[in-house]
């Protein structure tokens, strides 16, 4: 899939210092409750709903904490009311950036993105400015184990995905339709390939690249502030920084 950038890579390296912070487990019972507010509390008949329960399995969330979050959305328990915003704006070299923001106070995550932009060197956009420059798909990372990259590209064609690619770790980065995410998982658990992660994403079209040690570092800066905001779920980007700068910039 052209245009994939290395931001959800990134994103997966951190993934466990996030768990260890408390932050992935805050974010993913926001999207339960949210779901099952706007879907019913039923997994089976709530696409969104089922999607959110499966990562928050996938992290190793007890039982209790989703059961008490779908209750929280459904009304059975007494809640916070979240609302589902979505910023669009540019980081310093022309890189898109797309937030999707879970909040109870909306001025509250205007303020705190719009200052996340501007302390990095970046600026807000309007709505649909950006986000012409992604595609809505669901995204798959697979191990390969013992197959071959041919074997998988049949099993997961034959359940309507549309592209694979190997990401610079060895894994197999699995593209499909959002329509087609449920029975693309269903194949690759089928095989008994494993599934690191499985999530409806913002794909970009195309990557913009830095190569710039200084402007590189502005915007992972600002993607980590981002990420470090309570309020937001998702940040996606189309930016493509070369492995030698990233190590440049982690080694300082």
């Not at 706007?38 to 089976?44: F, I, L, S, T, V």
């Not at 995550?109 to 932009?117: G, H, I, K, L, Q």
Request: aromatic share 6%; glycine share 10%; proline share 2%.
């Amino acid at each position: 899939m052209s245009g994939h950038s290395k931001w959800s890579s990134i994103k997966h390296k951190k993934g466990a210092l996030d768990a260890k912070r408390g932050k992935l487990f805050t974010k993913l019972i926001r999207e339960i409750t949210v779901a099952a507010r706007e879907g019913g509390g039923d997994p089976d008949s709530n696409p969104r709903l089922r999607l959110a329960v499966q990562k928050a399995k996938d992290a190793n969330m007890p039982s209790d904490n989703i059961d008490r979050g779908i209750k929280k959305g459904t009304g059975d328990l007494e809640g916070v009311t979240y609302e589902n915003i979505s910023f669009e704006g540019y980081a310093v070299g022309g890189v898109a950036v797309i937030v999707d923001v879970l909040t109870d106070n909306r001025n509250r995550a205007t303020s705190s993105v719009r200052a996340a932009f501007a302390k990095r060197g970046g600026n807000m956009a309007g709505a649909g400015s950006v986000a012409f420059q992604f595609d809505r798909k669901g995204v798959f990372r697979v191990k390969k184990g013992d197959m071959t990259e041919e074997d998988i590209l049949e099993i997961i064609l034959d359940a309507g995905a549309e592209d694979m690619r190997i990401d610079e770790d060895g894994m197999c980065e699995v593209f499909c339709g959002v329509q087609d995410f449920d029975k693309v998982r269903t194949a690759l658990k089928d095989k008994g390939l494993e599934i690191e992660s499985g999530e409806l994403s913002m794909v970009p079209k195309n990557t913009v690249k830095v190569d710039d040690v200084g402007l590189a570092r502005k915007v992972l800066a600002l993607m980590d502030d981002l990420e470090d905001n309570d309020d937001v779920q998702n940040v996606y980007s189309n930016f493509d920084i070369p492995d030698d700068v990233i190590s440049q910039i982690g080694n300082e």
